[in-house]
């Protein structure tokens, strides 16, 4: 579970979010959406304990963010942004592994129940038969399969993902989507992830996070297609 309270964030002399709070609660997919330049990256990078300009509060899992050190966060909180791992030669399985961290001594030896949770991590997103692929001959779409693989071998109770769906094609964004929405429910997970396919996001996420006007409007999915809320910031008929 994610909460924040009287959020104050900005990028420069710009602020994003002003006296903004709510609350992403656990077993729920949460779509954070946007117009450009609205603050969806900088809020996300927040919350993942990596941009700490801001006042107000962020609680994870009932516990204040700045109270964390980041090996305790690493166990509470997973992040994958926009960035592709292309390491040559490095396989998807040692991709993944790289989850474990949080978890093993101090020069990384994985156990045999790290082992065990890393093959079901890729098996949870259909990769297992890519494990000893090397990761810089994947497909955009299965290099990103293979980071939220990684996100779930680091078993945290709360996922954070930036522009999942970037640079997919458009059955591959809601395929992604739906196993975003499959995980949250199946392994009870807080998953927030950032979107410009409100589309997909109305359609497969519980919640909608809308970030205009400097606060944060958190609603479900059929409160926030009827609030006229979409149309009144995007111009769009729902």
């Known amino acids: 579970m994610i909460t924040i309270e009287n959020l104050n964030i900005g990028y420069g002399r710009r602020l994003l979010l002003s006296e903004a709070s709510a609350s992403f609660g656990g077993c729920s997919l949460t779509a954070l959406i946007g117009r450009n330049g609205t603050g969806k990256s900088t809020l996300l990078r927040a919350l993942a304990g990596l941009n700490h300009d801001y006042s107000g509060d962020i609680d994870v899992d009932g516990v204040s963010l700045r109270g964390l050190r980041p090996a305790q966060l690493a166990r509470h909180l997973a992040f994958v942004n926009t960035q592709r791992t292309r390491v040559s030669n490095m396989s998807c399985y040692d991709v993944v592994a790289m989850g474990r961290a949080p978890y093993t001594d101090w020069i990384g030896n994985l156990s045999p129940a790290d082992h065990q949770i890393i093959e ?41 993902l930036d522009e999942p769906t970037s640079f997919l094609d458009l059955p591959n964004r809601y395929k992604l989507v739906e196993l975003l929405h499959e995980l949250a429910h199946t392994r009870s997970k807080c998953i927030i992830f950032s979107t410009h396919e409100l589309d997909i996001a109305l359609k497969r996420a519980d919640n909608i996070a809308l970030l205009a006007d400097s606060t944060i409007f958190n609603l479900p999915a059929r409160e926030m297609a009827s609030s006229g809320l979409i149309n009144r910031y995007f111009g769009i008929e729902i």
């Open 120 to 160: 079901s991590s890729l098996k949870a997103i259909d990769m297992a038969d890519y494990a000893n692929r090397p990761v810089d001959t994947l497909s955009d779409g299965e290099c990103q399969r293979v980071m939220i693989a990684r996100a779930l071998a680091q078993d945290t109770p709360n996922i954070l």
